[in-house]
């Protein structure tokens, strides 16, 4: 595999919660949950991202090893570094998974929270994504849309949206994330694919996957396209351009004028 690699921070010189590894046939990505509330936590997202993201690699490198068992084990062991924090509190740092792993003649993925993995096959593009949290809060979504960015009622309407969303995390009927909860890799969408069946792939926090959706302004084959001929630099450069001529963000509702951007993509 002929393996690259972009990320960007949502504001220039910010602090970026994505994380992101690939060798050896495994690639990992990881996007970090914005904390609008309390976590209970000392330590940030960011760290728990990178914590949970290394002990995946470590973990998924055994090709014995399942992956939502590694996933388990991996969110367990990042509890246990940090068991000083309250990891009961609702708001406790979180991060969407996306992981692909090629193990001789066959290619896995497991994804969970809203990270997306797209796969290129002569039968056409899978693209594998987790919308469980989009079909959580929808009334409190709805009105945060209604906002532009930057008002009191954007802000105000963003921590009731939070608010209705944690309320829902990791529970059935709600969505399903990598917290302080091993059980809640159970609920990863997990698949494979004969590996000679896969031309390319990609794995995209929402902050890339942002010109599909929900901008619209692409479809998953020109992304692999565009990926193709500028790479995931100029994919995120591309999302920035979209971002900044929306910077109310109404044309394209959102919580954020940019997010972390991170994209790893495999030939």
Known sequence: ???????????????????????????????????????????????????????????????????DDALAT??????????????????????????????????????????????????????????????????????????????????AALLRMKHAELAARNRSGGYWIAAADPTAAAHAITGSLPSDAVRRVALLTDGAARLVSPFGLLDWPTLLDLLDTTGP????RRVRAAEATDPSCLRWPRNKRGDDATVVYAR
Not at 233 to 236: A, D, E, F, K, S
């Open 1 to 67: 595999m002929d393996v690259t690699s972009a990320t960007a921070a949502g504001i220039p010189g910010g602090p970026n919660e994505d994380w992101a590894a690939a060798a050896d046939g495994l690639m990992v990505v990881l996007d970090g949950a914005t904390a609008r509330t309390a976590t209970g936590c000392t330590h940030g997202v960011a760290w728990y991202a990178a914590q949970l993201g290394s002990s995946i690699v470590d973990l998924a490198a055994d090709r014995r090893v399942r992956l």
């Open 233 to 236: 630099p100029g994919l995120i």
């Open 74 to 155: 991996a969110i367990r062991r990042t509890a246990d570094r940090h068991r000083e924090c309250d990891l009961t509190h609702p708001g406790t740092p979180s991060a969407g998974v996306a992981v692909v792993r090629l193990d001789g003649a066959v290619l896995e993925y497991l994804v969970l929270g809203d990270v997306t993995v797209v796969i290129d096959t002569p039968d056409g593009i899978r693209a594998v994504t987790d919308d469980r949290v989009d079909r959580t809060a929808t009334a409190e979504r709805a009105d945060a849309d209604r906002h532009p960015l930057g008002s009191a009622e954007k802000q």
